[in-house]
């Protein structure tokens, strides 16, 4: 009835038919107006399921409602992973902008740094939490603070109140990461898991793309609506995360339980402390001032001395924030160090090929976003084939075998990188990289929950990104000093060769201006084109050793995974049941 007897259903209709009939019924087909429809139809169209559901009537719309329930649900939990991942990259095209007008150059690294901090250091809690109070509510608790933030960080003034406001940000982010696959645990059995988390991986490989394009689009623009362009990369989250909020409260409903708890609150602090003075150590400290540096030496020392006592604590504790008897658990303990050796070799690879892309081949920050796509296809392609073969065959050992593999074939090609590689053979490199993390992340994550009892689930997947958080860290600034070290040595002895083989090509030239251009690269497109390409040529001998570096990290990934037991995965009677023993544990 909407499409053939309303004018808005008839211009929609006709936007794939003619746009001059469109156009003729009033509706002007511009980008925005399609946008404000498609939004609105999605809106209605789930407000539809979830009333047609609630009323029980017997029509085709309220059917194919029920049936599609758990769909809504994962829609939501979707629309909470994607910002969460969006938010850890949508900033680095936008920093330019926001300290331009802040005039904030000397704390620009916190904005991102403040966001990360908080997101990994709560990652544990929420897990913990969920357990006790339920998934729901600490879901909905961590999508209203992850918008209070967005709105404020938007809204800020100068760049301490950003920072602050990022750490918010981060807060909330932290328990949508984690929550999500809880949540995913819970509704669904191992063996139908694969096809649902498969998607999953879509959303992150989606976000991993998406973040620094839209944070390119919205920067270039001065002002939207009257608004600072750079503001609305925060302004964006509202709308998705309210869009989230609603759905989880409508459809979301997950077996309670009432339990005896108490809250480790020492715990807490310890780990939460700990994991921040080791993270302020090697992302912010190290790379800024040099590894020798007295504040990133005590602050390392410091964390580590704090993770010690978190441990004995832990021994201690009623209930602990991460049991340690989760560790006995060999599929607990191996999937932890696989998925910190995941997230390091990754962004070995997503961090450092847009960098070469930037530096080296001369690309703008969005127009390497874009020549990211092949990476974000492997991803995307692998998680949905390997979650379908899942739950179809119900194995999954092969599948982070193989990704591994493919992960560390893919970063030893990219050793091949020179300046004049063409962009097809770059995109055959990062499909291969794509592929492997497709192939393994979400994998891990099943073979984990397969393995941990009921009442262990939201602890035990939240310390699995938790780990896989921590991997990625130490990866981007072990990478991040590589990369430094080595230029400034390959800068040193390539124009000591250029000056026996060449010295007409230094004659006249002022060294100085070389000074900084391992932190400042923009001044390569201003040298003489011979010193220029001697200049490119140490990055690109420096990216080498750091691909170099990352491909024994994720072979480590490869043999870790050859010892992942591969146990039956529990069908939908079997995992109803383990959940019911559950919640009669607790209430009993």
């Known amino acids: 009835v909407f499409f053939q007897k309303t004018s808005t259903g008839g211009a929609l209709r006709a936007v794939a038919d003619d746009h001059q009939a469109a156009q003729s019924i009033g509706i002007p087909l511009n980008r925005i107006w399609v946008i404000v429809w498609c939004v609105a139809g999605v809106v209605a169209l789930v407000a539809g399921m979830i009333w047609g559901s609630k009323l029980g009537v017997q029509f085709s719309l309220a059917t194919v409602a029920l049936r599609a329930l758990p769909v809504v649900i994962l829609g939501g939990l979707m629309m909470g992973m994607f910002l969460a991942a969006l938010d850890q990259t949508i900033v680095s095209t936008a920093l330019k902008s926001i300290v331009e007008e802040f005039d904030g150059l000397n704390h620009y ?252 081949k001369g690309d703008t920050a969005t127009s390497a976003g874009l020549k990211l796509i092949p990476l974000m296809l492997g991803i995307v392609t692998a998680s949905i084939i390997s979650g379908k073969l899942i739950s179809k065959h119900g194995h999954y050992k092969r599948f982070p075998i193989a990704g591994t593999a493919l992960m560390t074939i893919g970063i030893l090609l990219m050793t091949r990188l020179e300046i004049d590689t063409p962009f097809w053979q770059i995109a055959i490199y990062a499909v291969f990289v794509g592929a492997g993390l497709g192939l393994s992340m979400q994998t891990i994550v099943i073979a984990l929950q397969n393995s941990v009892d009921f009442k262990d689930m939201g602890v035990a997947t939240s310390s699995n990104t938790f780990f896989r958080s921590l991997g990625s860290v130490f990866g981007t600034a072990i990478f991040g000093s590589i ?39 923009a001044v390569l497109k201003t040298l003489p084109p011979e010193i220029q390409a001697t200049a490119l040529n140490a990055f690109v001998n420096s990216f080498h050793i750091v691909f170099w570096a990352a491909a024994p990290i994720t072979a480590i990934g490869f043999f870790l995974a050859l010892k992942l037991r591969e146990t039956p995965l529990r069908s939908n009677q079997e995992y109803a049941a383990a959940r019911e023993e559950a919640v009669g544990e607790s209430l009993g």
């Open 483 to 521: 990369l430094t070290n080595r230029v400034g040595h390959y800068l040193q002895s390539n124009f000591q060769e250029l000056a026996t083989s060449n010295p007409a090509a230094l004659k006249g030239f002022d060294m100085s201006k070389l000074d900084g251009i391992s932190s400042n690269t």
């Open 109 to 360: 690294t916190w904005v991102v740094t403040a966001y990360l901090l908080t997101s990994t250091a709560s990652t544990l809690l929420y897990g913990k939490i969920s357990d006790i109070y339920g998934r729901r509510i600490v879901f909905q608790f961590a999508i209203i603070v992850f918008l209070i933030g967005s709105f404020l960080a938007g809204a800020s003034q100068n760049m301490e109140q950003l920072i602050a406001t990022r750490a918010l940000q981060g807060l909330g982010a932290g328990g949508l990461m984690a929550l999500t696959f809880v949540i995913i645990g819970d509704i669904i059995s191992p063996r139908e898991r694969g096809r649902y988390q498969g998607y999953f991986g879509a959303v992150w490989g989606l976000s991993s793309v998406a973040g620094p394009l839209l944070g390119g689009f919205f920067s270039d623009r001065g002002e939207i609506l009257g608004v600072s362009g750079w503001r609305w990369i925060f302004y964006i989250n509202i709308p998705i995360g309210i869009a989230a909020l609603v759905i989880t409260s409508a459809v979301l409903h997950l077996p309670k339980s009432k339990r005896e708890h108490s809250i480790d609150y020492l715990g807490a602090l310890l780990m939460v402390s700990a994991v921040t003075l080791v993270l302020l150590s090697l992302a912010v400290y190290g790379p800024q001032n040099g590894w020798g540096d007295s504040r990133t030496i005590s602050f390392l020392i410091i964390g580590i001395i704090l993770t010690v006592f978190f441990l004995m604590w832990e021994k201690r504790a009623t209930e602990p924030i991460l049991p340690l008897h989760l560790f006995k658990n060999h599929t607990f303990s191996l999937t932890s160090l696989l998925g910190a050796v995941i997230g390091a070799g990754m962004f070995g690879a997503i961090v450092m090929l847009p960098l070469y892309l930037q530096v080296v």
